[in-house]
Each structure stands twice: as structure tokens, then as C-alpha cells.
């Protein structure tokens, strides 16, 4: 007997096949159970997909998905803060009060930090500004940590807060290089010269992942006792540019390392005054500070892509900040 040569639509699949098999059509009892199982599940996945909340969410410990959005209310009470900033107060929690965690977890800490409203802005711009940079120093951290740049590991974030992970060895690099002992005035010890390398390498790391801290100062890099790497904290100002801006100057014929630019601002302007901002922290905050900050000038234009134009571009903003020392 010959068999006859049939195509035919897989149902599970849906891929056409062909077979040399006669056909076999399917059970009769296969296509109603299917059916009830898609209309089961169907209506236990909507909510899920349409009503989850968007201001709320949670973040793995490298990537950032519209997928982990998920409704975190803010631990309460809180205990006091452990620092208060500008715009934020700092709490340090047990794991336990954000995530619900194994006994093995539950002595772990995390650190809160929490936008405060201001009562001088309209409630409307009060809550649309503390959730957008909210959401900008998550990103920022989010980019940096793809970058290759050591951060805190955020956990979950609300519209106002973000839980992340508690760096207990880190001692910040401006108590770390006041604790050692001066090599004489403008020479730098060995260990100020390796902390101050590896504090300018992670600079270049955020620069070449087109990050932005916007506030560089040697209390916002912690030195880890582990293992002597530094972790960058304090993303409030920062932001992330666009990584095309560059191309599009060149193919314009504009010279990129000019001012002007697009909405992001020139990057090459704002790499030169990030760098600027931790030369001038380093100059009026540490001894030998202007060795210091030379040291983090040399190591970012020996070891960076942009090393050479981003130096040319601190030495004009340099200077118009002298200009408006003198004339005000």
C-alpha cells in the first residue's frame, strides 16, 4: 500500500510539516481541553499585563525590564536616617523590611534612599520631579553597572525611593587618603597614587558608557578593604546621553569637541566639567591636592578614549571659571 505525501498544521506548533505518514486526525477530546486551558489562563494573565502598576517596580542586579514592574509600598516605620542630603534622607534597613527573605538572609542590610517633597514647589511639579529623578538615577546606575562601573545593586525603587545594596567593608576615598600618612608636600605615597588610579579608571568607565554623575567628589567613591576596588554612590545628579550625538557632528562636519549640541548638551563639554568638578574636590578637600588632581588628570588622558580632547576641554572651563572669579 503506498502512502500518500501530506501536509499538514501541527496544532501545538503551528509549523507546517510534511510527513510520508498518512494522516491521523487528531482526537476529538484534544481541541475542547485545549481551548479550556487557554480560556482559563486568559483571564489570570490580564490583570497581570493591563493593571500592574508602572510607577512601581523592581530591578535585577544588572539590567533594568519593563517586565519586573511590581508594587513595593515603602517600608513603615522607618527608623532615622543614618544621613540626611539635599533632596533625600538615608536609612539603613534590615533586607527583611523591603523583601520578604530566607532566615539566612534576614541580617542582611540595605540601604533606603528617600526623596523628600518640598513644600515651596506645587504638589503636581513636586511629584512629577521626585519620580523623573527617580527613575534618572536608575537608569544611571543601571547604565553605569553595564558599563563596567561598580554600584549598588538596587533591589526595588518606588516613585520616591530606591532600596539598594549595602556596601559595609567600604570606607569612602576621602577618609581613605586622609588616613595615610603624607609623602611631602607634592609627592603622592604609593597607596594614594593606586586609590587615585582606580578611582579616575572608574570615572572613564562612566564616561565611556555615556554616564554623567555630575557630582565626582571623593566622598561619592567608596574603597572597598576587600579587595581595593571602588564603588561609585550618589547618582542623584547624574544622567545618561545619547550615544550617537558624536557621529552625527562628525557627519555634519561639525568638529564634536566644539560647544553647542543637541538636547543632551555637548558630551565632550560635560565629561570635562564632571572631571573638573573631582579636580576641584580633590584641590580644596585633601593635602597635596593639587598633585592629586594632577594624578587624576594624567591617568584620565593616558587611559581614555576622549583622554586628550576631554583634558584641552577642563583647561577651558578652567579658565572661564577663573573669569568669572575675577569679574563675578
Do not use: W
Amino acid at each position: 500500500k503506498k502512502f500518500i505525501l501530506v501536509t499538514r498544521t501541527q496544532f501545538f506548533t503551528h509549523r507546517a510539516v510534511t510527513s510520508t505518514e498518512p494522516f491521523r486526525p487528531l482526537p476529538p477530546f484534544v481541541l475542547p481541553l485545549s481551548l479550556s486551558i487557554h480560556f482559563a489562563i486568559l483571564p489570570l494573565a490580564i490583570p497581570l499585563v493591563v493593571l500592574r502598576p508602572r510607577h512601581l517596580f523592581t530591578l535585577s542586579k544588572s539590567r533594568m525590564s519593563a517586565s519586573t514592574f511590581r508594587a513595593l509600598p515603602l517600608p513603615s516605620p522607618l527608623p532615622p536616617p543614618i544621613k540626611h542630603c539635599a533632596e533625600s534622607q538615608i536609612y539603613l534597613l534590615p533586607l527583611s523590611s523591603v523583601f520578604p527573605c530566607t532566615p539566612s538572609l534576614s541580617s542582611s542590610k540595605v540601604i533606603l534612599k528617600h526623596r523628600l517633597s518640598k513644600a515651596y514647589r506645587h504638589p503636581t511639579l513636586d511629584a512629577r520631579l521626585i519620580k523623573q529623578r527617580t527613575r534618572s538615577e536608575i537608569r544611571a546606575m543601571v547604565k553605569a553597572r553595564r558599563g563596567g562601573v561598580r554600584c549598588p545593586t538596587i533591589y526595588a525603587a518606588g516613585k520616591d525611593y530606591i532600596a539598594m545594596s549595602y556596601e559595609a567593608d567600604g570606607l569612602t576615598v576621602r577618609d581613605y587618603l586622609n588616613s595615610l600618612p603624607s609623602g611631602g608636600d607634592g609627592v603622592l605615597t604609593e597607596e594614594e597614587s593606586k586609590a587615585l588610579t582606580t578611582m579616575t579608571r572608574a570615572v572613564i568607565k562612566l564616561h565611556a558608557a555615556n554616564v554623567i554623575h555630575g557630582d565626582l567628589t571623593t566622598s561619592n567613591f567608596l574603597l572597598r578593604k576587600e579587595d581595593g576596588e571602588v564603588v561609585a554612590i550618589d547618582f542623584g545628579l547624574s544622567q545618561v546621553t545619547s550615544g550617537n550625538q558624536q557621529s552625527k557632528k562628525r557627519k555634519a562636519g561639525a568638529d564634536p569637541s566644539s560647544g553647542g549640541g543637541g538636547g543632551n548638551g555637548n558630551k565632550l563639554e560635560m565629561y570635562a566639567v564632571d572631571l573638573y568638578v573631582l579636580m576641584r574636590a580633590l584641590e580644596t578637600s585633601h593635602r597635596n591636592g593639587a598633585a592629586m588632581a594632577m594624578k587624576v588628570q594624567q591617568v584620565y588622558k593616558e587611559e581614555s578614549r576622549e583622554g586628550d580632547r576631554t583634558v584641552h576641554k577642563v583647561a577651558e572651563v578652567r579658565a572661564r571659571g577663573r573669569k568669572r572669579e575675577c569679574f563675578g
